[in-house]
C-alpha cells in the first residue's frame, strides 16, 4: 500500500498561470477529499467526491478552483487562473468514512 | 454543523511528562472521534479513534476515551517523547459520509 499519492510535492508559478495538482487515492477507497490549509486559515475543505462523484463543493472559493475525479484511480484540483492568495498546502485525502481517512503528503504551493 | 474545541497551544512539555489535550466538540446525531497528528512537513495522520460512548481508542501509547456525557474526547498519554512534537487535531465526523471537521489543532512541543 503507497498510500495516497499527490504531485507535484511543490509547485512555484506566476500568478495567472494554471495550476493543476494531482492525486491517487488508495484503492478500494470510495471517499476523496481536497483540503487547503494556511497559518491563517487552518484546515479547510475545499471538495470531496464519493464513487468518483462530487457531493459537496461548497468550500471551494471561487470559480477559479476546480476538482474532477475521472476515475477511482486519479483526482485534479486545478487553479486557473492562480493568484498569490491560493498560496498553501493542498492535501488529498481518501477512506471509507467510518475508519477515517489518509492524507497524502501534500502539495505546497507559491504563487508570485 | 459539526464543531469543535480545542486549545492551539502550543504546550510545552519536557520529556517524559504527562500530556493531556483536552477537546470538546458539538456534532449532529451520534459521531465517531477521531484524533489526527502531522508532523513537521507531512500530512495528517489517523492516530486513534472512537466509534461510541464509553469506547477508549488507543495508539502508540495515546488513549482517549469517548465521552458522550459531556461531549468530549481528550487525549492523554503517560510519558512524552521528543518524537511526539507535532500539531494534534480532534475531528469529530458524523453523517452518513463521516466527514471530519477539523479545528486548529493543538502544537505540541516536547524538549529533551
Known amino acids: 500500500d503507497a498510500g495516497v499519492i499527490q504531485s507535484p510535492r511543490h509547485e512555484v508559478t506566476e500568478m495567472g498561470q494554471e495550476v493543476t495538482l494531482r492525486c491517487k487515492p488508495i484503492?478500494?477507497?470510495?471517499?476523496l477529499f481536497w483540503y487547503r490549509q494556511t497559518m491563517m486559515r487552518g484546515l479547510e475543505l475545499l471538495i470531496y467526491f464519493n464513487n468518483n462523484v462530487p457531493i459537496d463543493d461548497s468550500g471551494m472559493p471561487e470559480d477559479r478552483f476546480s476538482a474532477k475525479m475521472p476515475n477511482a484511480s486519479f483526482s485534479t484540483l486545478k487553479i486557473q487562473p492562480s493568484e498569490p492568495r491560493d498560496s498553501a498546502v493542498y492535501f488529498c485525502?481518501?477512506?471509507?468514512?467510518?475508519?477515517?481517512?489518509?492524507f497524502g503528503s501534500g502539495t505546497r504551493l507559491t504563487v508570485v | 454543523g459539526d464543531s469543535v474545541t480545542q486549545m492551539e497551544g502550543p504546550v510545552t512539555l519536557s520529556e517524559e511528562a504527562f500530556l493531556t489535550i483536552n477537546c470538546t466538540y458539538t456534532?449532529?446525531?451520534?459521531?465517531?472521534l477521531f484524533w489526527y497528528v502531522q508532523y513537521p512537513g507531512e500530512g495528517l495522520q489517523l492516530l486513534l479513534k472512537a466509534t461510541k460512548a464509553d469506547d477508549k481508542g488507543s495508539n502508540k501509547g495515546f488513549e482517549a476515551t469517548y465521552r458522550k456525557e459531556t461531549t468530549s474526547f481528550h487525549l492523554e498519554k503517560g510519558s512524552v517523547q521528543v518524537s511526539d512534537s507535532a500539531v494534534y487535531f480532534c475531528a469529530p465526523s458524523s453523517g452518513g459520509s463521516y466527514i471530519p471537521t477539523f479545528g486548529r489543532g493543538t502544537s505540541l512541543i516536547v524538549h529533551p
Open positions: 484503492s478500494g477507497h470510495d471517499y
Open positions: 485525502a481518501s477512506g471509507t468514512g467510518t475508519r477515517g481517512y489518509t
Open positions: 456534532a449532529t446525531g451520534y459521531p465517531s
